[in-house]
């Protein structure tokens, strides 16, 4: 693993995916150093928050239930996974209920599959353009999120991540122009974290390969 965290270049962040493992295995991964850690499932992030030490930083990476947003708020550092408007004016309402202010990155659909979660570009271009998500000041869009295709096919992951830059590129020069909080871009999982990086990624999101395979694909 130390090999892994050495080689990933300055001013890319490591967010250590930890969910399905138990907290010792968290735990020992903080002792080696690591501080941020994504978890997919409200109730198993509480868990962990509650016994990891408090300088651990808690990054929500799944898609988000509304009746779930009251559980993480507390705590959470930054939620990755806001893939409607719906979702963001809820983060919003609760956030402010808890006199917080959570940033935000929102989910661009950007894979092949149905399946994946997030806005579609056109659809998430449209919705920053109308500046609606202003009013919401509880809440801070930071940057954007995206999940490539679950491929071999690497020619078609690094057309993906292209693709989210491009839109990343396009949002920071027009509807977030001056706005320097903007600049996070996550991307890159243990299978593709390479291209994502090569593509501009901020932020990469590792499971697999600090902590070895799931049991269950959650
Ligand atoms: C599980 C998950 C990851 C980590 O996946 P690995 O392939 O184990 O690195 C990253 N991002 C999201 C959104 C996930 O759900």
Redesign the pocket.
Known sequence: MDDFVKSIPEGVKL?A?S?THSCEAVQRAYNNGLRIF?E?KPQELVKKYNELPKDAEWHF??HLQTNKIKYIVPFVSLI??VDSPGLLAEINKEAAKQNRIIKCLLQVHIAREETKFGFAADALKEYLSTKEFLRHTSVHIVGL?G?ATFTENTVEIRDEFHTLRKIFDELRETVFAGDSNFCELSMG???D?KIAISEGSTII???????G??NC??
């Open positions: 967010v995916v969910k994504g997919s990476i799944g990755h996974s999120m999940i999982m243990s299978n974290y999101r590792i499971g697999s390969l600090i902590f395979e799931r694909s959650k």
